[in-house]
């Protein structure tokens, strides 16, 4: 019982959080996105959805202008190549004073520029084994049909 007031008298003493308009925040599409990509900003002001708000972060190296669209602020913004990969705040500041902030993950994942030296194969171009292979094939094919009409013609002809 002790306990329950206790916590009932923090609770009561513990200044409120900081609250925003109930409609204010800010989202960015895909919430982790690769280095050198674009993403996409949506926020909302609450009821000043009809005037710019910016958005700042490290993970775009500048401020970022978010214009009304559809009831709603939206603007793009791209990641630079050569950020580095970590968890980025991105906060909304609001022409009326609001805030909010989300947490944007940028990903460096070294990608190959191309695919691995495995050897070449039957369709590799540059050296012509596509088609050696195609006509020793055909000349394969065109031997068996020949040995398979002489070895018919020699049955019929000694069986009569």
């Known amino acids: 019982m002790l306990g329950l007031v206790g916590a009932f008298v923090l609770i009561m003493i513990a200044p409120a959080p900081a609250r925003a308009g109930e409609n204010t925040f800010v989202e960015v599409v895909p919430n982790s996105a690769q280095a050198g990509t674009r993403v996409r900003i949506r926020a909302s002001c609450d009821n000043a959805n009809n005037r ?3 958005v700042r972060s490290d ?4 401020p970022v202008v978010l ?9 793009q913004a791209t990641i630079p190549g050569n950020k580095q990969p970590g968890d980025f705040p991105v906060d ?3 022409d009326n004073g609001n805030t909010a902030t989300t947490t944007l993950t940028v990903l460096n994942m070294e990608q190959p520029t191309k695919g691995p030296a ?4 039957g369709t590799a171009g540059g050296t012509g084994t596509g088609s050696v292979l195609l006509v020793g094939g055909l000349a394969a094919v065109a031997l068996a049909v020949g040995f398979g009409f002489l070895g018919n013609r020699r049955r019929t002809g000694t069986g009569s």
């Open 52 to 54: 710019q708000a910016t």
């Open 67 to 75: 214009r009304p669209d559809n009831g709603f602020l939206t603007a």
């Open 59 to 62: 993970a775009f190296g500048g």
């Open 92 to 94: 909304l500041r609001c």
């Open 118 to 121: 495995t050897g070449g194969g």
